[in-house]
């Protein structure tokens, strides 16, 4: 199994940034991919940025296409998520995850952090 413990979330301004760290531990080298989602009060949780573990490719939901980065450091099992630009619509609890092949569920799922933007 794979344990994701996340990092980073806070208060901020509009047009700030902030940096969200997720760490994973256990069977770490069975994971195909990380994912960063999020979901703000009573709405569904969504999809924000993945990056496969074995290469450089990511993904990103047009909302936040510009102006956040997903990157990671194979060495420290981390997983980043740069934003910047934040904007109050950006307000959520942030939560990482993985998946073990392409065509798999998120199945390891991290706490989630909450990330404020204020106008």
């Known amino acids: 199994q794979v344990q994701l413990r996340e990092s980073g979330g806070g208060w901020v301004q509009a047009g700030g940034s902030l940096r969200l760290s997720c760490v994973a531990s256990?069977?770490?080298?069975?994971?195909?991919?990380t994912g960063w989602f999020r979901q703000a009060p009573g709405q569904e949780r969504e999809f924000v940025a993945g990056i496969v573990t074995g290469g450089r490719v990511t993904k990103y939901a047009e909302s936040v296409e510009g102006r956040f980065t997903i990157s990671r450091d194979n060495a420290k099992n981390t997983v980043y998520l740069q934003m910047n630009s934040l904007k109050p619509e950006d307000t959520a609890v942030y939560s990482c995850a993985a998946k073990a092949s392409s065509g798999s569920d998120w199945t390891a799922w991290g706490q989630g952090t909450q990330v404020t933007v204020s106008v």
């Open positions: 256990g069977r770490t080298s069975r994971l195909y991919a």
